[in-house]
């Protein structure tokens, strides 16, 4: 009887972990450069503790992993000067506060008081020589490669100075961890090497991945998974309580 229960609870605990994760989905369906995730299960034997001769006759359901899909979302033209987005494969790397890189897909960027460029949050974009620090009373280009340029808006307007290069990379997907704040990073913390073949372009971002009819027929479906689950439990506690009244009745 309890080897029902053991199932039925921890797979009914584990559905509500995935729901938590595709209503994360759908709550940022229009998120730029967002990257939709999933939880994936698996099932585990609850093996009996040292010197014991029971059978391991019961089974957890565990949360194996998270994926994520890296699939990349659409381009949306914006023709904003601080919008970018980058084409295929690849990654736009910031400074964090800590000295270490992330990673993200979001390139709507600004400027800061400072004129330093950096995300809607508030961190700086890495450079080829550190953030990236814009003057003011110009006007800024982003080529494809990364490169920020600027021209006077008086004087010489012909003179075009280059102010540095943002860092793209293209890391091994699978040595990428998203961290809480939604950024990516090397599992081992290492920073990552600039990738000359990543292009970006201006003017336009990044939509999020996220198929909102694929998500929602999920959530469908593990809604019916837990009901299931806890219909096992329902009848794990009638045929308990039917057991104890032959008993008690003998």
Known sequence: MDRMIYTAMSGASQTLERQAAVAHNLANASSTGYRAEEHRLRAVEVVPGAGSKALPT?????????????????LQMTARTFDVAVQGQGWIALAMPDGSEAYTRNGSLQLDINGVLQTRNGIPVQGDGGPISVPPDVKITIANDGTVS?????????????LGRIKLVNPPEADLVRGGDGLFRMGNGAAVLVDPK??????????????PVEQMVS??????????QMKALTSADANDRAATSIITNL
């Open 58 to 74: 019961r089974a957890f359901v565990v949360d194996a992993s998270t994926h994520t899909d890296f699939t990349p979302g659409p």
């Open 150 to 162: 600027v021209i006077p808006e008086s004087g010489a307007q012909n003179t075009v100075n280059a």
């Open 198 to 211: 990543v292009t970006i372009a201006s003017g336009y971002v990044e939509g999020s991945n996220v198929n």
């Open 219 to 228: 959530m469908i479906s593990l809604a019916r998974q837990f009901d299931m």
